[in-house]
């Protein structure tokens, strides 16, 4: 799986330390996307209803804390993050606001080793252009530039452990699921802290586009 698409909180030991935080920089996705107009559970709150119940196999991953990730930073130097913020300032200023929609499963590898459970974008070209931007300005402060593509996804879930075999007709029979539209209005930059019950998320700060 390409390096800007790892799973930013699998449990590994990590070498943060007192003067630095594991971040990642990413545009979160509305929690309207979970109801209907009527206040019913959404197509999306459905799909991850379903998911859920292939636990203890597949992780969920919390409704409000679903995003798509632009930029993994890993340990950040707390000296670095004002001048991360100015980054993230300084390229939302170029890039207006837009729109995409939500639509389709799939999954990190491949169906017969999933690790990942994802949905995905469609049009991409905002986060594709925001990867690509930031993944060049952030070199300055020594952040690794992202050798391969970058896929644009909603991560849903985590697969811990082998699921049943109708795991993957689930996936399938969402291939073309259209789960809803949300408008992209901002990036967060974010930390994220490995816990035996998964990532738990905190924004250090938000930027606006255009």
């Given amino acids: 799986m390409p390096s800007s698409q790892r799973d930013h909180s699998r449990k590994t030991l990590s070498s943060s330390t007192p003067d630095s935080l594991r971040t990642f920089i990413a545009i979160p996705v509305s929690p309207s996307l979970l109801q209907t107009a009527a206040g019913k559970p959404s197509e999306l709150a459905q799909t991850m209803d379903e998911l859920s119940r292939f636990a203890p196999a597949v992780r969920v991953t919390d409704p409000l804390k679903l995003h798509v990730t632009v930029k993994f930073l890993g340990d950040t130097d707390l000296s670095h993050i004002p001048r991360v913020l100015e980054i993230m300032s300084e390229v939302v200023a170029t890039v207006p606001e837009s729109e995409w929609t939500l639509q389709g499963l799939g999954v990190f590898p491949n169906l017969s080793q999933p690790r990942v459970v994802w949905a995905g974008l469609h049009p991409s070209d905002t986060a ?83």
């Fill in 128 to 210: 594709r252009q925001l990867a690509e931007v930031l993944n060049e300005r952030l070199e300055e402060l020594g952040f690794q530039t992202e050798p391969r593509s970058f896929k644009p996804h909603v991560t849903l879930g985590y697969i811990k452990a082998a699921p049943p075999r109708h795991f993957a007709e689930l996936v399938q029979r969402h291939q073309q699921t259209v789960f809803g539209q949300d408008r992209v209005t901002r990036i967060e930059l974010m930390e994220s802290k490995l816990l035996p019950s998964g990532s738990e998320y905190r924004t250090i700060g938000s930027k606006q586009f255009c």
